[in-house]
Structure formats: C-alpha cells, structure tokens
C-alpha cells in the first residue's frame, strides 16, 4: 500500500525557517514525481513546488520562489521542503504528494499524505 | 495563470440525488483536469484524472466530463460517505491551479 508521512512542522517566527520531511512507502519512489500542495485553515488547495523523479527538475509557485527549495533523497525514500524567510501568510496544512509520472509537469497528486501543520507567528 | 472557478461554492442536497459540479477554466487545458474529495481534516483523495477516468477504486457513482474549459463532475446517487469538499485542478500548465472548491452538504 503506498503511503507518505509527512514530518517537520510545527511553530516558526516570521523570518524564521523550517524543513519538512515527507517519508514514502509501498511504491519505487525513485520512478515518480512528487509535489507539495498547502492549504491554509479554512481555505482552499495551493499548490507549492514539484520535483522530478531524478530530482533534476524542480518548479515553483511564484510565492514560494527563492524562498522555498524542494529536494528529495531517493536512497532514503524521502521529499523534503526546506522553507526560509517564512511569513505568516505561509501558515498552512502541508501535503505531500505521489504523482502519476516522471515529470514533474502536468502533476496531479495520485495519493497525499496526511499533512503537517507549519504556523507562522511571533 | 489559468485561473479555475467552480459553481456552486456550496449545494445541500439528500442521500440519492443526482448531483452535478462545474468547473470553468479561464483557458483551454485540454482534458488535463483532475477532480479531488475531501472531508473535514482529511488529505485530499483522487477521483478522476483525465478528465473522465476514474482512479483506481473509486466508485462508479462518480463520473467526470468535459474538454477544453469546462468540465463536470457528477455523482449518480450520492451516498453519506460523499459528503465532503470538491476540487478540480488543472495540470496542462505551471502553476497547478485548483478551483475553489465546492461544499456538498445534507439537506
């Protein structure tokens, strides 16, 4: 069964920075790409970055870019979001999620993980 | 960016009904249309991806049309486990985008 656990939030200051883990399971993570998608409390889907499968190919959300940096670790199964000069308006439910390909374009999450909750407050 | 608007935001409807979802894209994106369900502090779920094909395991109540810039979702005989959030989301193009949602409720 496949399964993603996100890990790595919690409570940051403005300014402040956090890296978000998301380990996979029952799937060759290695073949697929893998995206993060936010939602704010109470708001809609946002989408934050994609990767590629290699790692090679990275793409972001005009309102993450050059703050935010997506990575992943196909020896360890893992995604990572490492996210600096947070900001308020970044507090949110973070999802990861499976792609159906390679690409990390034309992405549409398969199966998500459960969240973690980053808040962003002084 | 190709913005995705979804009507109705909300709709209360009763267990049986027929009940139809449409999602409007501001460009063409082809079939590149996803649709999601999500229920109060769950991750989202995949229904439909294509456009009209079904993920693998959801039920065929569900079923998904559309080319171009609009597209449906539309649930023949909605049970009370379908009573949650709708999304779509476009992914002909960067950046992904989603519609806004659409609460279905228990009339």
């Known amino acids: 069964e496949v399964h993603l656990l996100e890990s790595g939030g919690g409570l940051a200051q403005p300014g402040g920075s956090l890296r978000l883990s998301c380990a996979a399971s029952?799937?060759?993570?290695?073949?697929?790409?893998m995206s993060w998608v936010r939602q704010a409390p109470g708001k809609g889907l946002e989408w934050v970055s994609s990767?590629?499968?290699?790692?090679?190919?990275?793409d972001y959300a005009d309102s993450v870019q050059g703050r935010f940096a997506m990575s992943r670790d196909n020896s360890k199964n893992t995604l990572y979001l490492q996210m600096n000069n947070l900001r308020a308006d970044d507090t949110a439910v973070y999802y990861c999620a499976k792609g159906a390909s390679s690409s990390a374009y034309y992405f549409y999450g398969t199966v998500w993980g459960q969240g973690t909750l980053v808040t962003v407050s002084s | 960016d190709i913005q995705m608007t979804q009507s109705p935001s909300s709709l209360s409807a009763s267990v049986g009904d027929r009940v139809t979802i449409t999602c409007r894209a501001s460009?063409?994106?082809?079939?590149?249309l996803a649709w999601f369900q999500q229920k109060p502090g769950k991750a989202p779920k995949s229904l439909i991806y294509?456009?009209?094909t079904l993920q693998s395991g959801v039920p065929s109540r569900f079923s998904g049309s559309g080319s171009g810039t609009d597209f449906t979702l539309t649930i023949s005989s909605l049970q009370p486990e379908d009573f949650a959030t709708y999304y779509c989301q476009q992914y002909n193009s960067s950046p992904l985008t989603f519609g806004g949602g659409t609460k279905v409720e228990i009339e």
């Open positions: 294509g456009a009209s």
């Open positions: 460009q063409d994106i082809s079939n590149y």
């Open positions: 029952g799937f060759t993570f290695s073949s697929y790409a």
């Open positions: 990767i590629s499968s290699s790692g090679a190919t990275t």
